[in-house]
């Protein structure tokens, strides 16, 4: 078609789609995108997943990007369509993630009726995406839609919203493509400034107990991120570990894998964190999860910030050397200046450093007390993991304590394998995350680790997943409790357990059963082998109902008022003393 | 080290310091486009952030540029994260500090009603004179004075009218421009 020949709005959308290299699309029908259902329908080249909320399309897109490094894209409808998004994109927004967002209007003239269905998505959507757009002219359409992508994709990733109202849709207007449209004036920095690079290289160099810690930002910078940070670790020696979002970047098999650190993260990345002298931050951005108290956050140590967005520099903690650019971009180069100046780390030193975390490891933080009768949660996550780390596997979750053991005891080898909602806690984000995965990868097997009470907070996106045949597993560790809330509410509030426990949950496999989906149940330690094979040589999605220990508690973790060297470790809490260890004060402000 | 960090016994601390605050005004070149203004002041409110003035209006017709002039207190860190917060938004091209720069110039602008009679107005006139405000309607028993100025002359203006009748005033928040030859990028 030439570009001079006219188009209707949703026909506009569509092409435009096509033109960015959309291939999955997650969505909703309404009556406010009704002409750009009705173009779907009449093309190929992009497929529509339906979901069955809304909140899934944007889990199940966050899911799909987050696994593949593309932008995940999702279509609702005006009104209660938009605002059932507004928790993924806010998701996505917390967490970085690359996504479009289209959602139908009401028509232009009828805007601040209070039509039928209107609701003001661009001010409820303000505060949740990097940006967004109102289409009051279909001549502009297609340029926003390109701009849209490029916002999303470039510089620190995240949702946008366009906002197309129905008589838009209908209008008809030029089309033109996506070549040489970036935004007017969004020019994110990627290429470092080179002194800043070189001052972190020459402070590396003078570390006698430096540490990575890295975070989300590697990978969202993409594959080579990784790998160059590979590469680094292994030109340098520096013992490494993760946020949570970060897992997967360093292989957990790696010899200098410290585990990921944080409120649950291990003793042996904590105290580093606590101890080191050269802290190098690439890509995270010093959460509270992470710090604890500020104050007594790595007093020792100087401090190297690497992020592409400024405004995470000295936000929360104040870094000596900010680097502001791509993670892969500042990698490279400080790999050839560190190269080119031949700098080589005090051996002495690090060896020293390296016998001292190996004392912390021998404390072997994540040991729990095995059990013959009850399936420990940590135990179901090890037997999950040893069976399926050899295959081509996903993992998302929600979130609670099983998103914590799945964190500790689900080995990540490699980059975008690991789907959590870290930023936002988002319950409900695994299942339809998983769905997203597997759509991307229609051969993998996917799993989301699931608590019980938060599957059942998207579990109508199960029959998505047997819609469109995707063989998703959804592997619940079913203590009955809300979990996390449980175990808070026995450090800080005298075992009161306040509404934390469903009463009434649903029989799990006849819940599979009338999805159409295979429902598989274990309940004792010498069945969840067999269990575990059977659910992964299943061709169909799987509801796995892992009966585990109900009153299990999430160790390691740095109460409340603790710095990272007063970590509790579970050895030390007999379940009778756990609320002791969180004073009054603190019980206010967790 | 860090003592003045209170001991709450909490993940989250809680930081005791009376941290000196510090007035800027930062100067924010923009898209004139929908939303814009909401965009900037729900990072405001969103944040925590202090806005004591802000104006705004298209100084580039033909870019649809608009230029925001925002007074605003905190910390220096805060500060300097309100930059980078403003900068990091997509329809934002620049942001300058005006304070930091030193050597820049504010004013605004006032519409002052003063109601009296006798010896009262004639005290409020002679205190125009003084303060270089013009009368800009004027009546038998009332004037309105237009008065430009820092922000600090225009308070002190108001404070004196208050005894001599004061009945209303219009401002129209700072507007601040870097001295020398150099302009934003815009
Ligand atoms: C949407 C939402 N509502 C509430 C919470 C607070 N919350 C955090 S963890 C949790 C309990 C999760 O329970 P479950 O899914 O059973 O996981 P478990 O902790 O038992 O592993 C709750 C209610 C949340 N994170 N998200």
């Not at chain 1, 997203?436 to 029959?463: F, R, W």
């Not at chain 1, 274990?522 to 040589?537: F, N, V």
């Not at chain 1, 007063?566 to 756990?578: Q, R, S």
Request: aromatic residues 6%; glycine residues 8%; neutral net charge.
């Amino acid at each position: 078609m030439s570009t001079s020949e006219l188009m209707t709005g949703a026909e506009i959308v569509l092409k435009a789609l096509a033109d960015q290299g959309v291939q999955h699309v997650f969505g909703y029908p309404g009556g406010a995108v009704l002409p750009i259902y009705d173009e779907i329908f009449q093309q190929e080249k992009v497929k529509h997943i339906l979901v069955r909320h809304e909140q899934g399309a944007t889990h199940a897109a966050e899911g799909y990007a987050r696994s593949t490094g593309k932008c995940g894209v999702v279509l609702v409808t005006s009104g209660p369509g938009a605002t059932n998004a507004v928790t993924g994109l806010t998701d996505a927004l917390l967490d970085s993630i690359p996504m479009v967002c289209i959602t139908g209007q009401v028509p232009t003239h009828l805007i601040g009726n209070d039509a039928f269905q209107e609701c003001d998505t661009v001010g409820i959507t303000r505060p949740c995406t990097k940006h967004n757009w109102l289409v009051k002219d279909v001549n502009d359409l297609a340029r926003i839609l390109h701009e849209a992508f490029y916002v999303a994709t470039h510089g620190r990733p995240g949702p946008v919203v366009v906002d197309i109202p129905k008589d838009v849709q209908f209008a008809k207007g030029r089309y033109v493509g996506p070549k040489n449209i970036e935004h007017k004036t969004y020019r994110p920095r990627v290429k470092p400034d080179q002194t800043a690079v070189k001052a972190a290289i020459d402070l590396i160099a003078t570390a006698k107990r430096p540490l990575l810690y890295t975070g989300g930002g590697v990978i969202n910078s993409g594959p080579t991120a990784s790998k160059l940070l590979r590469d680094f670790v292994k030109l340098t020696g520096i013992p490494i570990t993760s946020t949570l979002m970060g897992l997967g970047a360093y292989p957990a098999s790696g010899e200098k894998w410290l585990g990921m650190l944080g409120m649950h993260g291990t003793y042996e990345a904590n105290m580093a964190m606590h101890d080191c002298d050269v802290m190098i931050n690439i890509g995270a951005r010093f959460d509270d999860r992470i710090t604890g108290r500020i104050d007594a956050f790595s007093p020792g140590s100087k401090k190297i910030h690497v992020d592409i967005d400024p405004s995470s520099i000295n936000k929360t903690v104040r870094s000596d050397i900010p680097v502001i650019g791509d993670v892969a971009h500042v990698l490279e180069d400080m790999i050839r200046l560190w190269k080119a100046a031949g700098h080589k780390l005090d051996q002495k030193a690090l060896h020293a450093w390296s016998k001292q975390i190996e004392t912390w490891k021998a404390r072997d933080c994540l040991r729990y007390r095995p059990n013959k009768d009850v399936i420990m949660p940590q135990y179901a996550v090890q037997r999950l993991y040893e069976l399926t780390k050899d295959m081509d596997t996903y993992i998302t979750t929600e979130v609670g304590q099983h998103q914590m053991w799945a964190a500790q005891f689900y080995k990540f080898e490699e980059p975008n394998r690991w789907m959590t909602s870290g930023g936002l806690g988002t319950m409900g984000y695994g299942l339809p995350a998983a769905v997203g995965v597997q759509m991307a990868h229609p051969k993998s097997l996917v799993i989301d680790i699931a608590g019980d009470a938060s599957v059942l907070m998207t579990m109508q996106e199960m029959s998505t997943a047997v819609q469109h045949r995707l063989p998703i597993k959804i592997f619940i560790l079913n203590n009955q409790y809300m979990g996390m809330v449980r175990q808070w509410q026995q450090l800080l509030h005298g075992n009161r357990l306040s509404e934390s426990y469903t009463e009434a949950l649903p029989d799990f496999v006849k819940l599979a059963e009338a999805y159409g989906c295979a429902g598989i149940r274990a309940t004792k330690p010498h069945e969840l082998d067999a269990a575990i094979k059977e659910m992964i040589k299943t061709p169909h999605p799987v509801i796995f109902d892992c009966r585990v220990a109900n009153l299990a508690n999430c160790f390691p973790m740095i109460p409340s008022g603790k710095a990272h060297n007063e970590m509790l470790l579970g050895e030390d809490v007999a379940d009778e003393d756990v609320g002791n260890v969180i004073d009054a004060k603190g019980r206010e402000l967790v | 080290m860090n003592a003045h960090l209170a001991a709450t016994g909490s993940a989250y601390f809680l930081d005791t310091t009376k941290k000196e605050v510090e007035t800027h005004t930062l100067a924010v070149i923009v898209d004139n486009e929908p939303g814009v203004l909401a965009r900037v002041i729900g990072l405001f409110s969103g944040r925590g952030y202090n806005i004591d003035s802000l104006t705004v209006s298209e100084t580039e017709h033909n870019k649809h540029v608009s230029r925001i002039t925002i007074v605003t207190t905190g910390t220096p860190q805060v500060i300097t994260q309100i930059i980078h917060q403003l900068d990091r938004m997509v329809p934002v091209h620049s942001v300058a500090d005006l304070t930091v720069q030193g050597s820049s110039i504010t004013r605004e602008l006032a519409m002052v009603k003063v109601a009296g009679t006798g010896e009262k107005r004639v005290e409020a006139l002679r205190l125009a004179d003084a303060f270089r405000a013009r009368v800009i309607d004027a009546g038998t028993t009332s004037f309105i004075f237009e008065l430009t100025g820092k922000s600090d002359k225009v308070e002190q203006f108001i404070s004196l009218m208050v005894p001599l009748g004061l009945v209303e005033v219009a401002r129209t928040g700072v507007a601040g421009i870097s001295r020398g030859p150099e302009g934003m990028k815009v």
